[in-house]
C-alpha cells in the first residue's frame, strides 16, 4: 500500500524545477540591475546639471545628502528618509523642489518620471506619423 500516492510536478523533478526558478530569478535580477543602472545615471547627470560631483549619485546616503543641499532642504529630513511610509512622502517633496529647482512645477513631476518620458515619446511619435500619414491621404 502507498502511502505517499499522490506527487506534485515539482516533486517528479526537483532538478527541473530547481533551474526553472534560477532562470526566473536570474532575469528578475538582470531587470533589476538595468533600472539601478537608469536610476544612477539620471542621478548623475542631475548632479552634474546642479554643479555637483556626479560620483555622488554612487554613494548611499551621501547621495541624499545631496540631494537636499541641491533643493535646499534641512539635512535632518535624511532621518526621515528611514521612516517607512514617511520616506515615501518625503521623496516626493524632495522630487518637486527639484523639479522646481530646475524651473518646472509641481505638475512637471510626473514629466521626470522614466515611463512618462517614454510613453510620451512613442504617442508623440504616433501622433506624427498619424497626421503625416493623413496629410498624405488628403492631397
Known amino acids: 500500500m502507498q502511502q505517499f500516492g499522490s506527487t506534485l510536478f515539482a516533486q517528479v523533478n526537483p532538478d527541473a524545477a530547481g533551474a526553472a526558478a534560477a532562470g526566473v530569478a536570474m532575469i528578475i535580477l ?4 538595468a533600472l539601478v543602472v ?11 546639471k546642479a554643479g555637483k560631483p556626479g ?3 554612487i554613494i548611499p546616503f551621501y547621495n541624499i545628502i545631496v540631494l537636499l543641499e541641491i533643493t535646499g532642504k534641512p539635512l535632518w529630513w535624511l532621518v526621515l528618509f528611514l521612516i517607512p511610509c514617511v520616506g515615501i512622502v518625503v521623496a516626493v517633496l524632495v522630487y518637486i523642489a527639484l523639479a522646481e529647482q ?3 512645477g509641481p505638475d512637471s513631476l ?3 518620471s522614466c515611463f512618462r518620458l517614454s510613453f510620451s515619446r512613442f504617442w508623440d511619435s504616433a501622433a506624427h506619423s498619424i497626421s ?3 496629410s498624405a491621404v488628403e492631397t
Not at 38 to 48: H, L, Q, R, S
Open 30 to 33: 538582470i531587470i533589476e540591475l
Open 38 to 48: 537608469v536610476m544612477i545615471a539620471g542621478m548623475w547627470a542631475v548632479f552634474a
Open 55 to 57: 560620483w555622488a549619485a
Open 102 to 104: 530646475f524651473g518646472m
Open 110 to 112: 510626473w514629466d521626470l
Open 132 to 134: 503625416r500619414h493623413r
